[in-house]
């Protein structure tokens, strides 16, 4: 059962959002103010905060920057009644995951947080993913490449694309896909970029090796296998 703490200082509504998320299956625990939020994660690991801007003590946005300090990775979601721009991203720089503008429909509160679980979830699992392709080992935790037990420097640029083509588990990856999520732009016909990083990915991974590993589709793409 996935647990959630709400820091709110409105007795009403902090009640509400407590048996709300109860009765949809969560753990919920509300504290009213900044300072007893921490004493409450002290006691307490959480796999959600929710958090009001204006309470006693330490403010909203202090209890987020505070969190950020020592764990990058739990969602937060933060709750203001303030609709302005500047007061949205001001919530978004202090490492909130998203917002919510008072007053608020509790369903829609519902699908933000589960969406954000859900993220968390996934990018728990990619931190402890470990692609394995014949005797090509990619962890993506460490950022590491081995081959036969030998690690395998690469760039950024090179890593990344590498990554990419293992993600497809053997698909073909179009140059337009490798453009766009490598290189962060649209493919033009013009450019042998792509061809040049895989030549690289080709004399660090396969040259030396009986078995190459990275392949060419005429006309398609790349793929891993």
Request: aromatic share 10%; charged share 25%.
């Given at each position: 059962?996935?647990?959630?703490?709400?820091?709110?200082?409105?007795?009403?509504?902090?009640?509400?959002?407590?048996?709300?998320?109860?009765?949809?299956?969560?753990?919920?625990?509300?504290?009213?103010?900044?300072?007893?939020?921490?004493?409450?994660?002290?006691?307490?690991?959480?796999?959600?905060?929710?958090?009001?801007?204006?309470?006693?003590?330490?403010?909203g946005?202090?209890?987020?920057?505070?969190?950020?300090?020592?764990?990058?990775?739990?969602?937060?979601?933060?709750?203001?009644?303030?609709?302005?721009?500047?007061?949205?991203?001001?919530a978004?720089?202090?490492?909130?995951?998203?917002?919510?503008?008072?007053?608020?429909?509790?369903?829609?509160?519902?699908?933000?947080?589960?969406?954000?679980?859900?993220?968390?979830?996934?990018?728990?699992?990619?931190?402890?993913?470990?692609?394995v392709?014949?005797?090509?080992?990619?962890?993506?935790?460490e950022?590491?490449?081995?081959?036969?037990?030998?690690?395998?420097?690469?760039?950024?640029?090179?890593?990344?694309?590498?990554?990419?083509?293992?993600?497809?588990?053997?698909?073909?990856?179009?140059?337009?896909?490798?453009?766009?999520?490598?290189?962060?732009?649209?493919?033009?016909?013009?450019?042998?970029?792509?061809?040049?990083?895989?030549?690289?990915?080709?004399?660090?991974?396969?040259?030396?090796?009986?078995?190459p590993?990275?392949?060419?589709?005429?006309?398609?793409?790349?793929?891993?296998?």
């Open positions: 059962m996935q647990k959630i703490l709400v820091l709110e200082d409105d007795y009403k509504m902090a009640t509400e959002l407590r048996l709300f998320f109860t009765n949809r299956g969560f753990e919920c625990d509300q504290v009213y103010d900044g300072n007893m939020f921490f004493k409450q994660t002290e006691l307490t690991t959480y796999d959600m905060y929710i958090l009001d801007v204006n309470v006693p003590g330490l403010n946005m202090e209890v987020c920057k505070r969190i950020r300090q020592s764990n990058k990775s739990v969602p937060i979601l933060m709750l203001t009644a303030y609709s302005a721009v500047e007061d949205k991203v001001t978004l720089e202090s490492g909130a995951d998203d917002y919510l503008v008072k007053p608020f429909h509790l369903e829609e509160l519902l699908a933000r947080v589960n969406a954000l679980l859900r993220r968390s979830s996934n990018t728990k699992v990619e931190e402890h993913q470990v692609y392709i014949d005797d090509l080992t990619i962890t993506p935790s950022l590491k490449v081995t081959r036969a037990g030998k690690e395998i420097v690469l760039t950024p640029k090179e890593y990344k694309l590498l990554e990419l083509l293992a993600l497809a588990d053997g698909r073909t990856v179009s140059k337009q896909t490798i453009a766009t999520k490598v290189w962060d732009i649209n493919f033009e016909t013009g450019t042998n970029t792509i061809e040049v990083y895989i030549n690289y990915l080709r004399n660090k991974v396969d040259k030396g090796f009986s078995r590993l990275i392949h060419t589709r005429a006309g398609f793409g790349y793929y891993l296998k």
